[in-house]
T-cell receptor
């Protein structure tokens, strides 16, 4: 059974810091991995989608990497801003399924 | 174009009441998904539709939960005789295709259900 784990569960950093969020999954037979952002009381906003054949994706200050063989992904946020404060969710899409399997998320607070 | 919309955004129900949650997917999207997100947790899969066909309902927690998509567009998630443990955010997502090649899912804002 696929399990997705995110570490840390919560993170508080001062504005301007570079930070890394971690995601691990137990079954390497994934089709893709997706990072989402969720603001309080809001739905999910897709940040980056990495296909299993890719190693990384970049969008602005965000960079996501994927190491399928070791079952790990990282989301790197450069020069963090208070507006980055949100919960970040990692999800994997299995080869054999259409279901997204989510981690529990990392709650990020960027202090001014 | 419009994204996925859900209504109501908030619903408070007394224990034992029936509720109906609506999802309007992105126009033309074939696949539709329902997820349940408990407080402090990631979303968990409930059910999947391909057009009007419900292909997977393995995530529905009990027979009190029922979902339909009669015309292959709008979907309704119904919960009968609500219980306190049903309190959660219910998220709807849609995606363009039926194959894994088009599987990026776009999420709605969710309906926050509180059962008193």
């Amino acid at each position: 059974k696929q399990e997705v784990t995110q570490i840390p569960a919560a993170l508080s950093v001062p504005e301007g810091e570079n930070l890394v969020l971690n995601c691990s999954f137990t079954d390497s037979a994934i089709y893709n991995l997706q990072w989402f952002r969720q603001d309080p009381g809001k739905g999910l906003t897709s940040l980056l989608l990495i296909q299993s054949s890719q190693r990384e994706q970049t969008s602005g200050r965000l960079n996501a990497s994927l190491d399928k063989s070791s079952g790990r992904s990282t989301l790197y946020i450069a020069a963090s801003q208070p507006g980055d404060s949100a919960t970040y969710l990692c999800a994997v899409f299995l080869d054999s399924s259409y279901k997204l399997i989510f981690g529990s998320g990392t709650r990020l607070l960027v202090r001014p | 174009g419009a994204g996925v919309s859900q209504s109501p955004r908030y619903k408070v129900a007394k224990r034992g009441q029936d509720v109906a949650l609506r999802c309007d997917p992105i126009s033309g999207h074939v696949s539709l998904f329902w997820y349940q997100q408990a407080l402090g947790q990631g979303p968990e899969f409930l059910t999947y539709f391909q057009n009007e066909a419900q292909l997977d309902k393995s995530g529905l927690p009990s027979d009190r939960f029922f979902a339909e998509r009669p015309e292959g567009s709008v979907s309704t998630l119904k919960i009968q005789r609500t219980q306190q443990e049903d309190s959660a955010v219910y998220l709807c997502a849609s995606s363009l295709g039926v194959t894994t090649a088009y599987n990026e899912q776009f999420f709605g804002p969710g309906t926050r259900l509180t059962v008193l």
